[in-house]
């Protein structure tokens, strides 16, 4: 696997964050989605990545992350996502693990994240559990919702 920055134009990470959205907006309630848009993504404060199967033309789009600052000292983990085709072979804990490495490089104190509440989130917030992620208030510009799990980490 190898990640990198991601401008955001490729065909491959248009259409896996396309299809991001579209899945959070099939899950969850209209006022309940917190996904970016590619324009938002674009933003001064988002550091965004892809995970690849490797270098060349014939690499796959694996998956991809963000890491948005939200003050000096506070990141939000943001549009982390694997291609369904490589779902299984620990692409989410690779960039979970590069996203928290970049955080402690920025001399970020703590990282949090909001997800979904319902079933199909399971795995995410097992993951971020196994990475020592707790579940907080919310945070930042976030309000109180029945249908968002929010998280947060001191590194």
């Known amino acids: 696997m190898r990640i990198l920055p991601d401008p955001l134009t490729s065909p ?9 959205f579209r899945d959070m907006h099939r899950i969850s309630p209209p006022g309940s989605v917190h996904a970016l848009d590619l324009e938002a993504l674009r933003g001064p404060h988002i550091s965004f990545w892809s995970v690849s199967t490797g270098d060349g033309p014939d690499a796959e789009l694996m998956g991809c992350g963000a890491l948005k600052e939200l003050d000096p000292s506070h ?13 299984g072979k620990g692409v989410a804990r690779a960039m979970l693990a590069h996203i928290l490495a970049e955080a402690r490089a920025r001399g970020y104190t703590r990282v949090s994240l909001e997800t979904g509440a319902q079933a199909e989130f399971e795995p995410a917030r097992r993951l971020y559990a196994s990475h020592g992620f707790s579940t907080c208030p919310p945070f930042g510009h976030y309000r109180e919702d029945p249908h968002s799990v929010f998280m947060t980490m001191e590194i």
């Open 75 to 87: 990141g939000e983990i943001k549009s982390m996502r694997t291609a369904d085709a490589h779902r």
């Open 12 to 20: 491959a990470i248009t259409a896996l964050l396309a299809e991001h």
